[in-house]
């Protein structure tokens, strides 16, 4: 997990989302997942999202319950 803060405007999610697509960066890691986080979220959501972005990132069904009250 990285964590990129700062004042709106500077190009801190334009600076994440360039090292999270390049291939150098892609080809250390199994999966990766983005998501974005507003001022208002619940950690459930954050954890749901992104293990169903693992799940089709490796083009595997999700688990069912996962994409709505299940863990």
Same mark, same amino acid.
């Given at each position: ?13 334009? &600076? ?7 291939? @150098? ?6 999966? %990766?997942?983005w998501i $974005? ?9 954050? &954890? ?7 799940? @089709? ?6 688990? %069912?319950?996962?994409? $709505?009250?299940?863990?």
């Open positions: 997990v990285i964590s990129v803060v700062g004042m709106g405007g500077l190009g801190k999610t334009t &600076l994440a989302k360039k090292v999270y697509d390049n291939q @150098k960066v892609v080809a250390h890691y199994d999966c %990766h997942a $974005t986080v507003s001022q208002s979220y619940k950690v459930e959501d954050l &954890l749901r999202r992104m293990i169903m972005q693992f799940y @089709k990132a490796r083009k595997e069904f999700t688990p %069912h319950g996962i994409d $709505t009250n299940g863990f």
